[in-house]
């Protein structure tokens, strides 16, 4: 997967346009992809992505990164061999897409907004 383009509120990968937050799991997006608490990221928000037991998720926390990763989420990851890299979306799309073209087993969780 390749994230073609990312500005607020829309998001490009693989040629399709999203305006909504998404997972990026292997060969797949899922869009729509809502928090239990909007800017706090809890693990339950992340059951799709510890299913996939990808090696490395990063996380993009919205252009301002708004969006907090919790203590208790990073130790479920952690527990599950799950590295988690949390930036601001611009900067985790960077770094999604250094770690997918080093044929990393890389996913994301991407809050487009704030």
């Known amino acids: ?3 073609d383009s990312y500005q607020f509120g ?3 990968i693989d040629g399709t346009p999203y305006t909504s937050d998404c997972l ?3 060969d797949s997006v ?3 992809w809502w928090r239990k608490q909007g800017h706090r990221l809890a693990a339950e928000d992340l059951q799709p992505v510890i299913a996939a037991a990808p090696s490395v998720l990063v996380v993009g926390c919205g252009v301002s990164a708004m969006m907090k990763v919790s203590e208790e989420t990073r ?3 952690e527990q599950q061999n799950i590295e988690s890299i949390a930036l601001d979306t611009h900067a985790a799309v960077a770094k999604f897409n250094e770690l997918s073209e ?3 087993n890389v996913a994301a969780a991407l809050h487009l907004t704030c």
Do not use: W
């Open 1 to 3: 997967m390749h994230i």
């Open 10 to 12: 829309e998001i490009v």
């Open 24 to 26: 990026i799991l292997a």
């Open 30 to 32: 899922q869009a729509n």
């Open 75 to 77: 130790q479920v990851l």
């Open 102 to 104: 080093q044929r990393q």
